[in-house]
């Protein structure tokens, strides 16, 4: 099993910044993969960024990209995602996902493993 902590949501004007973090613990030798997804009310679930767990590829969804950094601390097992120029449509709750060896896709259906959630209000 592996476990996903996040942290660092809030409460933003628009045009401004927030640093989002999960912390994965458990069987991580079992990720290929962290990603970022967010909800809002009465929406689906979407994409939002990703990142291999060597830390050496990245693909964002197209609404965030340039505006939205993901990285990865290797030592210490976390993913810090960048979000700069806000929107209030970047409003939602974020959810830190992993992805198990073996599978390949971006769909929330790809990744097993998933955080609680920190929700993130933009305010225009």
């Known amino acids: 099993q592996v476990q996903l902590v996040e942290s660092g949501g809030g409460l933003a004007q628009a045009g401004g910044s927030l640093r989002l973090s999960c912390a994965a613990s458990?069987?991580?030798?079992?990720?290929?993969?962290l990603a970022w997804f967010r909800q809002a009310p009465g929406k689906e679930r979407e994409f939002v960024a990703a990142?291999?767990?060597?830390?050496?590829?990245?693909h964002y969804a197209e609404a965030v990209r340039g505006r939205f950094t993901i990285s990865k601390n290797s030592a210490k097992n976390t993913m810090d995602l960048q979000m700069n120029n806000l929107d209030p449509e970047d409003s939602g709750a974020y959810f830190c996902?992993?992805?198990?060896?073996?599978?390949?896709?971006?769909?929330?259906?790809?990744?097993?493993?998933w955080g609680q959630g920190t929700q993130v209000t933009v305010s225009s």
């Open positions: 996902a992993a992805r198990s060896l073996g599978v390949w896709g971006l769909s929330a259906s790809d990744f097993g493993s």
């Open positions: 990142i291999l767990w060597t830390g050496s590829l990245t």
């Open positions: 458990g069987r991580t030798y079992r990720i290929s993969a």
